[in-house]
């Protein structure tokens, strides 16, 4: 190894879009502390979850091909925060029980059926209501969200009228009853004006599955949502608690080692993209009605497992133990007066080293019954696109006019690949590498270094990499003196290795 003074020779990589401003970290809603400082610690979730291969099995509804690009290599989640002024003991304790959450949060074995169907009943009993009259079980939050709104008659959330309420006592109309277009299946075709064939097929499979627990599904069958009480409340109780013990000051700090990881690794990194998703499919082609109730079931639903990114903060609080039952045992949940309907955990949770969605051949996340999310390190992306990423050719990316899916497909394709196979521009060369550059449409343009590593390998070749650097740079020199944080003129190595 030769000395390099003052800086060494580029690191062997592509650097990944390094002139788009970094996605902003998000600050966990319902908990306003703010983040100390805090110390790395050791953690070791991983990064993978893979339910057993009969599972995985499954075809996948939005699985259509199978793009050959592999996920990112598998490396701890980021470090769990150690917080000024706390105790080593306490410290690790809640490092632990963020561990132990987070885990429950990425979990993929089948659901625990009785154990989640026992403490939804004790969730119902500790806000002194009456159980439920019937539980359900669907495959995924797509699913369940269907089924929810199959049943309910709320278009607003937990405190909203409207929906097929609105019909009067007679029930709902015709036009706007989902049901009266696919509850026949067998003998009825379905009406026009309930979207496309996918939701059209996926409401019909609701209905079937209802069926096979001897179910018959009907508008406001399940009565209003309890969530307030069941959720909202018993969270406010524990979180009041909480600052009432510790001050807001200690809150904050007990929030920030115990609860902030975990908020960004769950709600940010997995519900975020998964709820964006299920409202654009549970939304588009879809009658403005049943648009509404779909909207309205994912205000009304309680997250399961994915309560994990809040409930690491409260671990063994008694006012929230059967809600950590149920996320210990279950996925997404739909509490009502009547009824609850729950779901299955995922079967296939994949991410990448830094604990966002990311999987190149096949969903990123899948449910049992099928229904999937593509994601490219952390942004969705439909499956007809994913599918399309083994066979990408330099038209097909150029001819993309989302810029976003056409920056995934550059990344999967290879931006040094796309530079060669359409005949970039050489703006520049000196001692330092070429910088090459091309347009793209709607998009800013591409501009890379070409470099090669001083140093053979050991069979004699010399590596060239390629190195993204900003669109205004305007020599070699200039971009790889970026990569290193330093101005062209500051940029003077002695040596390179």
């Known amino acids: ?67 050959a690009a592999s996920a990112a290599p598998a490396t701890p989640d980021p470090a769990p925060p150690r917080v000024a002024g706390q105790s080593d003991e306490s410290a690790a304790r809640l490092a632990r029980a963020a561990d132990d959450w987070l885990a429950r949060g990425l979990a993929t074995e089948p659901a625990d059926r009785p154990a989640a169907e026992a403490a939804v009943r004790e969730a119902y009993a500790a806000a002194s209501l009456a159980a439920p009259e019937t539980v359900l079980w669907l495959g995924s939050p797509y699913a369940g ?48 004006e309930v979207g496309d064939t996918a939701t059209r097929r996926a409401l019909a499979e609701v209905v079937a599955a209802l069926r096979a627990q001897g179910y018959e599904p009907r508008p406001d069958a399940a009565g209003r949502s309890v969530r307030a009480r069941l959720r909202t409340a018993p969270w406010a109780a524990a979180r009041a608690d909480a600052v009432a013990r510790l001050g807001a000051t200690g809150w904050a700090t007990h929030w920030a080692a115990g609860g902030q990881r975990t908020w960004h690794l769950l709600s940010d990194r997995v519900v975020t993209p998964l709820r964006t998703r ?71 949770v994949e991410r990448d080293n830094l604990g966002r969605l990311h999987h190149g051949d096949g969903p990123a996340l899948l449910y049992p019954d099928g229904f999937g999310l593509h994601a490219w390190r952390g942004m969705p992306i439909p499956a007809d696109v994913a599918a399309e990423l083994p066979r990408l050719t330099v038209e097909r990316i150029r001819a993309e006019g989302n810029a976003e899916v056409r920056r995934v497909m550059l990344e999967h394709f290879g931006y040094d690949r796309y530079l060669r196979d359409s005949f970039a521009k050489a703006i520049h060369r000196d001692e330092f590498g070429v910088l090459w550059r091309i347009e793209l449409p709607q998009d800013e343009p591409l501009v890379m270094v070409e470099v090669v590593n001083a140093t053979p390998e050991p069979d004699g070749t010399s590596r060239t990499y390629w190195l993204r650097v900003p669109p205004q740079t305007r020599t070699a020199r200039g971009g790889v003196a970026w990569t290193f944080g330093l101005t062209e003129q500051e940029y003077a190595p002695l040596t390179q290795t």
């Open 1 to 67: 190894m030769t000395t390099v003074t003052p800086q060494a020779t580029p690191a062997p990589h592509i650097a990944p879009a390094p002139h788009t401003a970094p996605a902003p970290q998000t600050t966990p809603a319902p908990h306003t502390a703010p983040a100390p400082q805090t110390t790395p610690a050791p953690h070791t979730a991983p990064v993978s979850q893979t339910a057993p291969v009969s599972q995985t099995a499954a075809a996948s509804r939005t699985a259509a091909g199978r793009p």
């Open 278 to 348: 299920l409202t654009d499919e549970l939304t588009d082609g879809v009658p403005a009605p049943f648009a509404r109730r779909t909207r309205a079931a994912l205000l009304d639903v309680v997250f399961g497992q994915h309560d994990a990114a809040w409930l690491s903060a409260f671990d063994n609080e008694p006012v929230l133990t059967s809600l950590a039952s149920v996320a210990g045992a279950a996925g997404w949940w739909w509490p009502y007066e009547r009824v609850v309907i729950l779901t299955e955990r995922p079967v296939r």
């Open 145 to 192: 969200a269907l089924a929810a709104a199959l049943l309910t008659q709320s278009s607003s959330g937990t405190a909203g009228p409207g929906g097929f309420g609105a019909a009067g006592s007679g029930g709902p109309s015709p036009s706007n009853d989902p049901l009266a277009e696919v509850g026949d299946t067998a003998t009825r075709p379905t009406l026009p």
